[in-house]
């Protein structure tokens, strides 16, 4: 059956489920003991290409998650001590890997949230949360604020929705440029795929990422984790370059 066909007729459930079966099939392809994923647990003799340009050692042939998903992974467990502490966990935009660990942890009481995703627990704005004030100790919100209308406003609900001292984890695709890039007349996803290279995009981040989260009442801390290990283990975990945590807690969380 062609692809199309097959996407109009399963339901997003089924085809997710058929895409792993796949990747679990073709994994024994890349047995090995080089590398090894901290998501799905398995070692593998590479990790595969991935990404438009191709980054070498990226994609886990069997779970596929990339770089910055291990990277979290590996600082969930040894900073925020994930397996341990009881907390309350709000994860945007779910990666289905991550999701699946976090939710067979019995120490957290967790929600996944977002605005389409057929394997989020709750289908919400991100701009307009309907969570309670200071409700959640812990949020992820990976490469998600760049495809949101307004960052500003997400932002304030993530905070709205954090304890006082909660932590809000972020990653973001950074470009090289210093200034974030919005253009306002790319109004169209047709006009958003010229500005900024994909059509659900709203803005390329630059190197002002963090002052631009901190601006929003956050204290904001830059950590390039994967310098916790020896570039040995950093290439065997498959944790990438350059790749970088922010973590942000509010400085005042003010009740409305």
């Not at 994994?27 to 090995?32: N, R």
């Not at 590398?35 to 191709?54: A, K, N």
């Not at 601006?215 to 975990?237: I, N």
């Amino acid at each position: 059956m062609p692809l199309p066909l097959l996407k109009k007729v399963l339901p997003a459930h089924a085809r997710l489920t058929l895409r792993k079966l796949y990747w679990l099939s073709r994994s024994w392809l890349y047995a090995g003991r080089k590398v090894y994923c901290l998501l799905c647990e398995g070692s593998f003799r590479t990790f595969l290409p991935f990404g438009t340009e191709r980054r070498p050692q990226a994609l886990c042939p069997r779970c596929h998650t990339v770089e910055r998903h291990r990277l979290l992974w590996l600082f969930l467990q040894e900073k925020v001590k994930i397996t341990e502490k009881p907390l309350e966990v709000l994860h945007m935009a779910p990666e289905p890997r991550m999701q699946t660990r976090l939710k067979g942890l019995l120490n957290l009481r967790y929600r996944s949230a977002d605005l389409t995703s057929p394997v989020a627990m709750d289908h919400v704005d991100i701009q307009a949360l309907p969570y309670p004030d200071g409700l959640f100790d812990l949020i992820l919100c990976s490469h998600v604020l760049a495809h949101v209308p307004d960052d500003a406003k997400a932002l304030q609900e993530l905070r709205r929705v954090l304890k006082p001292d909660g932590q809000l984890l972020l990653q973001a695709r950074l470009h090289p440029h210093a200034q974030t890039l919005e253009n306002p007349q790319a109004l169209t996803p047709q006009q958003r795929l010229q500005a900024y290279g994909q059509a659900d995009r709203f803005r390329n981040f630059g190197q002002d990422f963090g002052q631009r989260v901190a601006a929003q009442g956050f204290s904001v801390e830059a950590m390039e984790y994967a310098l916790s290990r020896t570039p040995e283990e950093q290439t065997r975990l498959g944790l990438g370059k350059k790749e970088i945590i922010f973590v942000a807690t509010p400085l005042v969380h003010e009740a409305k």
